[in-house]
C-alpha cells in the first residue's frame, strides 16, 4: 500500500526545517488494504503527528531512518484488526 507524500514542518527551535515522506508499506494481508482505506484520515492524522514531533538529529542518519520506520510501523498497527503492517519503505525521504 502506498501513500501520497506527507510533509511536515519538523520541532525544531529556531529553524524552519520541513520533512517530506512517501511510504510504501508491506501488509500481512491484501484484504488489509479496504481497512487501511476506510482509517486512512486517522492514520494519516496520527503519522503527522509523529513525525513533525521529530527533530533533525532524531531522524539522520541510517539509523534515525531505522528507528523512525519502526515507529511508523508501530503507530499504523495500533488502529488495525484484521492483520497488520509487516513493514514500512520510504520511497522519498527529504529533509530541507
Excluded: C, H, W
Aim: charged share 30%; aromatic share 8%.
Amino acid at each position: 500500500y502506498q501513500f501520497e507524500p506527507i510533509i511536515v514542518n519538523l520541532n525544531e527551535e529556531g529553524a524552519r526545517r520541513y520533512l517530506k515522506v512517501s511510504l510504501t508499506l508491506e501488509l500481512s494481508d491484501e484484504d488489509l488494504i479496504k481497512e487501511i482505506e476506510l482509517l486512512k484520515p486517522k492514520i494519516l492524522d496520527s503519522l503527522i503527528s509523529l513525525l513533525s514531533s521529530k527533530k533533525l538529529e532524531e531522524i539522520e542518519g541510517t539509523e534515525g531512518k531505522r528507528n523512525l520506520r519502526r515507529e511508523i510501523v508501530s503507530e499504523i498497527n495500533r488502529y488495525l484488526n484484521k492483520g497488520m503492517v509487516i513493514n514500512a519503505y520510504f520511497v522519498e525521504f527529504v529533509i530541507q
